[in-house]
């Protein structure tokens, strides 16, 4: 044996000698057909998006519900994980089934309120002060506001029922609708059972040679996903209740609909500003149609968004994410982007850790190796850096 030669290799050995071996036309052809390999799968997973797609959904929210699970393991304090799961499920559907029967007749009641406003402004010449006539006919030439009133009104209980009866008198697409649904709760259930046996087979499936450098890029996506996706989802989920409490105080029509959306809008950061266009419209149709002057209640609506921005800023983003904010919003948005491009809905759902993973490839092996770091130094100097910023001493202590 060399006495030289380490008796435990270096978790990334492999993967640095892969960069220091030569380019030779047969190694170039390997690469190319593993590259036609990948392409290959990106296009079978794309044919099979509908297959595919009940499955991603239900291990979404599983993955979402883990913690739920976890903490009501440790209240109920048991091993085994079928109960906390059914009680997840149950406390998860109690809660929506109270939200909806709390929020959405008021919903439907502003929805009605807001087509006669539509209506109202599509067919009359009323004019807003410092606002150009030309901006009105603008709008009225380039948006169907007397449709917009029509789909807003026919969203009532009986349209409901007539999608009810609908789905008695037949329909392939439908049956196969509510079957796909019916797919996700059971995958939904069974991934919840076998969470943790499924990621620990998941480690089994890499080759044992390559196995260390996977786990660890794995236990870095992990990590990324677990501070970014669940801290902003419950950052936009406050975002979306606080923009739902302001909305409704300074009497904003759709406050409820218009405050979550804005909050779904928040999984990206600062995307929410894109609601500026529609709360600006919704303002310009009430001024119209009632005697509610439009500047005042335009900057009552931006007042919200302040204070909101600086609650956001201030005290939610700095509780629940740190000050480690993920991935910059610009990457969030390009990886949405394309991979929403490439393999549609499922792009989307898988874009995040997709890119979380790329990141970490290429921050573990591309920066490190042309700073003259192997990954292992790399990993010493982050330990390092955390130990220094967890012992620093914190204000009021």
């Not at 801290?231 to 739902?244: E, P, R, S, W």
């Not at 149709?285 to 921005?309: E, K, R």
């Not at 898988?350 to 770091?373: C, D, F, M, Q």
Request: neutral net charge; aromatic residues 12%; glycine residues 6%.
């Amino acid at each position: 044996m060399n006495a030289n030669k380490p008796l435990i290799e270096p978790p990334d050995a492999d993967f640095q000698s892969f960069w220091d071996q030569p380019f030779t036309f047969d190694r170039v052809v390997r690469l190319l057909i593993m590259l036609a390999l990948f392409t290959g799968v990106i296009m079978l997973i794309n044919a099979l998006g509908q297959v595919l797609l009940p499955f991603l959904v239900a291990w979404l929210i599983a993955y979402i519900l883990e913690p739920f699970v976890q903490y009501n393991r440790r209240i109920l304090g048991v091993r085994s994980r079928i109960l906390p799961i059914f009680i997840t499920l149950f406390e998860s559907l109690l809660i929506i089934a109270l939200a909806c029967i709390i929020f959405v007749p008021s919903i439907l009641r502003e929805m009605h309120q807001l087509a006669a406003m539509i209506h109202q402004y599509a067919s009359s010449n009323s004019q807003v002060t410092f606002i150009p006539q030309e901006v009105h006919d603008f709008l009225r030439r380039n948006i169907d506001f007397k449709l917009i009133s029509e789909r807003l009104t026919r969203q009532d209980v009986r349209s409901i029922l007539d999608m009810a009866g609908g789905f008695i008198s037949g329909g392939l697409s439908v049956v196969l609708g509510i079957f796909n649904w019916f797919i996700v709760v059971l995958y939904v259930v069974f991934i919840m059972l076998d969470y943790e046996k499924l990621l620990n087979g998941f480690h089994h499936i890499i080759p044992p040679k390559y196995r260390r450098t996977a786990t660890s890029i794995g236990n870095d996506v992990k990590n990324s996903m677990n501070h970014y996706f669940r801290g902003q989802a419950l950052v936009a989920l406050c975002v979306g209740i606080l923009f739902c409490i302001g909305f409704s105080i300074i009497g904003m029509p759709m406050a409820v609909v218009l405050g979550l959306f804005i909050g779904l809008l928040n999984m990206v950061p600062y995307l929410q500003l894109i609601s500026l266009v529609p709360t600006t419209l919704i303002c310009l149709v009430v001024s119209v149609d009632s005697s509610v002057d439009f500047w005042p209640f335009w900057w009552q609506c931006m007042l919200v968004y302040i204070v909101v921005q600086c609650i956001q800023d201030l005290f939610l983003t700095p509780k629940i994410m740190g000050k480690a904010m993920g991935l910059n919003p610009a990457i969030i948005l390009l990886s949405l982007s394309v991979w929403g491009s490439l393999l549609g809905f499922i792009g989307l759902i898988i874009a995040l850790p997709l890119t979380t993973l790329v990141l970490a490839y290429y921050n573990r092996y591309i920066i490190s190796r042309n700073n003259g770091e192997t990954p292992s130094q790399l990993n010493e100097d982050e330990k390092a850096l955390q130990d220094i910023e967890y012992r620093k001493p914190r204000s009021g202590q």
